[in-house]
C-alpha cells in the first residue's frame, strides 16, 4: 500500500498533465540535439553543448534570483546535516550515462533496440524505485496492475519502434552482438527512472531549479571527462553550425528537469515514466503529422501508451 496515496484528481491530476509536457519537451529537444550532433559529426560534444548552454542558463538565474541561491544553500545544509544523502546529488550522472550509451551502442544494435532497451528498463525499474520509497512521494507496493500497465507502455513503445523509417539493422560484419551492447542502454534506462527519484528528493528541499541545477553540473562534469578522449585526439570540430536553433536544447532541457523534479513528487517515477514516454509519442506524431509522414502505427502506439498511463493511474489510485 502506499505510505502517502497519490489520487487521480486534483494534484496528480496536475502531475499527470506536466508528465506529457515533459514528454513533449524530451521529443524536441532530442530532435534539436540530434540534429546538432549530425552538424558536429559527435552526440556526445552535441550533449556536452547541450548541457553547457543550460548550465550557463541556469547559473545566469540564480546570479540574479536570491530565492535561487537561497534554495541551494538549503540543499547544502541538508547534505551537511544527512537529510539528504550525497548520492542524491547525482542524478546528473544518469542523464551522462544516457547519452553516452547512445553513442557506444546504436550503431551497433539499431535504434530501435535502443529505444525498447532504454524503454524497459526506465518502466520496469520505475516499479522497483516506487516500492522503495526514493522518490518524495512515498512508497508505492508493486501490484499486477502496475506490472500490467509497466508492460503495456513497453509494446506500445516496441511497436512505434518498429514502425520507424530508421535503419534498425546491426552493423555488418558484426555477426554477434556482445550482450553488453543491450545491457548498457537498459541500464540506462534504470538510470533514468533512479534520476527522477534522486532529482525529485533535491527539488524537494531546494526546489526544482536547485535539483536541476546540481543536475547540471553533474552531468557536464561526467560528459566533459567521457568526450575528453575525443577533444584530445581529433580536437574540436572544425566549424560549429550557425543556426540559433541548435543551441536551445540545453534550455529546453533545463525546462522539464525542473518540471520532473515537481512531478515526481505529485505522481510518482512509474506513472512519471509512463506519461513522459506518452508525451514523446505524442509529439512525435504531432510533428510527423506536420511533415506528412505520419503513419497509423504511430497512432496506435500512442493509444497503447496512453491506455498503459489509465491503467497505472487507476493502480496508483487503489494502491
Known sequence: MSERGVGVSGRSGIGLVFGFCIGAGVAVQG???????????????????????????????????????????????????????????????????????????????????FTVAVVAGQL????????????????????????????????????????????????????????????????????????????????????????TLVNFVVGLIALFLFDLHTLTTTGLPAQFPTEPWLYVGGVIGVGFIALAAVTVGMIGVLLLGLTSVAGQLVAAVLLDAAAGTLSRTAVLSCAIVLCAVVVASRATASA
Open 31 to 113: 530532435r534539436v540535439n540530434g540534429a546538432l550532433g549530425a552538424e558536429l559529426g559527435d552526440g556526445v560534444a552535441a550533449a556536452t553543448i547541450s548541457f553547457g548552454t543550460g548550465l550557463m542558463v541556469l547559473l545566469i538565474a540564480f546570479a540574479c534570483s536570491p530565492t535561487l541561491r537561497t534554495g541551494f544553500g538549503t540543499v547544502r545544509n541538508a547534505v551537511s546535516q544527512g537529510s539528504l544523502r550525497p548520492w542524491h546529488l547525482l542524478g546528473g550522472l544518469c542523464g551522462a550515462f544516457f547519452v553516452a550509451s547512445q553513442g557506444l551502442t546504436i550503431a551497433a544494435i539499431g535504434v530501435t533496440a
Open 124 to 211: 520496469l525499474s520505475s516499479l522497483v524505485v516506487d516500492r522503495l520509497g526514493l522518490a518524495p512521494n512515498g512508497r508505492t507496493a508493486i501490484t499486477p496492475l502496475r506490472v500490467a500497465a509497466a508492460v503495456l507502455g513497453i509494446g506500445g513503445v516496441v511497436l512505434s519502434a518498429s514502425g520507424r523509417s530508421v535503419p534498425v539493422t546491426v552493423v555488418t560484419g558484426v555477426p554477434d552482438i556482445p550482450l553488453l551492447l543491450i545491457v548498457l542502454p537498459a541500464l540506462a534506462g534504470v538510470g533514468l527512472a533512479w534520476q527522477q527519484a534522486v532529482n525529485g528528493r533535491v527539488g524537494a528541499v531546494g526546489g526544482p531549479f536547485t535539483a
